[in-house]
C-alpha cells in the first residue's frame, strides 16, 4: 500500500542524503496513505495535557528493519520474549522482553512458509504467533518457541492487509484482518464509501488431521458517512464487553475510534474524536476483574507519541501520556503477565520505525492516577 514513487524516494535518500528533515526523527522509509500529510504533526506543539511516563527500556535501533509492530509471549523457561516485525527487513525480531537485548531474528523475504514480504501487524494467542504479510497479501501462522511456519492463509481474499486481532473459540481461534484496500481509480486514496464493505476480514483457524485450516467466515465494513473505515490498520477487540474497537487513520475524515460490535455492526459511536491530533494508530486493552480495565489507544505525534488511556467498560478518557523519547509509533502490545521486572504487566511501543520502547505498568498507573488492576 506504499506510494510507490514516493517510497523509492525516501529509500534513494537513506543512502545518499546525509540531512535529517526537520519536522520528524523518523527516517521516513517507507510513507504509506495514513501518513500523506503536508506536515508532520508534534506533540511539542499540541498543547495537550499529558504526563511523562519514563521508559523502562528501548531496544537497540535498527532502521533498516523499519520496525512496525510488537506482541510478547512467556517461554517455557518463563521468560519473557517481545517480538517485533520488520517491514523493510521481511523478518521479526526476537528481543528480551525484560531487558529488550536482542535474541535472535526469524524469516526473510520470499514466499514459501517460514519467509514473509513486509510483515505488519502480529498477535500471540497461547504457543502461536500470527503476522500479516501486507505484500505476500497473506496472514502467516508460526508455533513457537521454534518459530515453525504451521499455516498461511487469506492470499485469494486479502488486497492490503495491515491489522489484525486473534480471540480462541472453544475448538478453533478467529482471527479479524484489516484489508486497506485503495481505490481502484487512484491508488493513494480510500475507495468510495460504497465498497468499504469488505475493509475488515473474519478467518476461522481449526487443527485439521496432519496440521491447521484456515476458513473465510464473512468480510464486513460499514458504508455509512458516519461508520466506514477509510484508512484502516489497527483494530482490537473486548470479548466480555462485545466490542470491537477500529482506528479510522484517514485525516481528512477525521482520525478517531469507531466503537464496533463483535459481529462487524457499527455501533454508532465514536472515541476520541476530540482527543487525537495526529493519528490514531495502535490498541491496547489491559483486562482487570470483573470487566474492569483501560484501554491504550495511540495518537501518532512524529517528535513523540501520545497515549491515550479510556475506561474500559465506559470509554471515559482518563488521561495521556508520553515517553521522554518514544516516538511515530505504529504497533502496541499490553503484556500482563508478571515477573520480577514488571510485576504488573508491561506495556510495548514502537518507537520511530527503529525500536520497542517498554513502559513499566505500575509507572502508568502511577502518573495516570488509575485504580489498582486486580486480576483475579
Known amino acids: 500500500m506504499s506510494l510507490r514513487l514516493l517510497a523509492f524516494a525516501f529509500a534513494s535518500c537513506l543512502v545518499a542524503c546525509t540531512t535529517t528533515p526537520v519536522t520528524a526523527p523518523s527516517a521516513q522509509l517507507d510513507r504509506e496513505p495514513d501518513e500523506a500529510m503536508e506536515v508532520d504533526p508534534l506533540l511539542s506543539q499540541a498543547d495537550l495535557p499529558h504526563k511523562v511516563v519514563a521508559e523502562a527500556f528501548i531496544t537497540a535501533a535498527t532502521a533498516q528493519d523499519n520496525v512496525d509492530s510488537p506482541a510478547s509471549w512467556r517461554a517455557p523457561d518463563d521468560k519473557r520474549w517481545l517480538i517485533a516485525t520488520g517491514k523493510a527487513s521481511d523478518r521479526l525480531i526476537v528481543y ?8 535472535r531474528t526469524v524469516g526473510g523475504p520470499g514466499t ?16 502461536y504467533v500470527m503476522v ?52 481502484a481509480q487512484n491508488e493513494d486514496l480510500p475507495p468510495p464509501l460504497a465498497e468499504l464493505g469488505e475493509r475488515y476480514k473474519r478467518y476461522q483457524l481449526r487443527r485439521v ?70 493519528q490514531a494508530e495502535g490498541m491496547a486493552l489491559m483486562r482487570c476483574a470483573g470487566g474492569t480495565g483501560f484501554w491504550i489507544a495511540t495518537d501518532q505525534f512524529k517528535d513523540r507519541s501520545l497515549f491515550h488511556v479510556f475506561d474500559r467498560v465506559t470509554l471515559r478518557h482518563l488521561g495521556a501520556f508520553a515517553g521522554n523519547k518514544t516516538a511515530n509509533t505504529d504497533g502496541v502490545w499490553l503484556d500482563q503477565s508478571a515477573d520480577a521486572r ?33 486480576t483475579k
Open 96 to 103: 528480551d522482553g525484560d531487558t529488550g537485548a536482542t535474541l
Open 112 to 127: 514459501a512458509l517460514g519467509q514473509m514480504q513486509r510483515p505488519n501487524g502480529i498477535a500471540v494467542i497461547d504457543d
Open 132 to 183: 500479516v504479510e501486507r505484500d505476500n497479501q497473506r496472514v502467516q501462522m508460526f508455533q513457537l518457541p521454534d518459530f515453525k511456519p504451521l499455516l498461511a492463509f487469506g492470499a485469494d481474499d486479502l488486497k492490503q492487509p495491515y491489522g489484525l486481532w486473534v480471540r480462541a473459540q472453544k475448538d478453533s481461534y478467529e482471527v479479524i484482518v484489516s484489508d486497506n484496500y485503495m481505490s
Open 209 to 278: 488431521p496432519g496440521g491447521w485450516q484456515a476458513r473465510l467466515m464473512e468480510t464486513f465494513g460499514d458504508t455509512t458517512q458516519a461508520g466506514a473505515i477509510r484508512i484502516a490498520e489497527s483494530v482490537s477487540g473486548d470479548i466480555e464487553h462485545d466490542r470491537l474497537l477500529l482506528a479510522e487513520e484517514d485525516i481528512a475524515t477525521g482520525t478517531r475510534l469507531r466503537e464496533y460490535s463483535l459481529d462487524g455492526t457499527y455501533r454508532g459511536r465514536d472515541i476520541g474524536a476530540d482527543l487525537f491530533k495526529a
Open 342 to 374: 514488571f510485576p504488573q504487566g508491561v506495556f510495548y511501543a514502537v518507537d520511530d520505525d527503529q525500536a520497542v520502547a517498554a513502559f513499566d505498568w505500575r509507572d502508568i498507573s502511577k502518573a495516570l492516577s488509575l485504580p489498582a488492576c486486580r
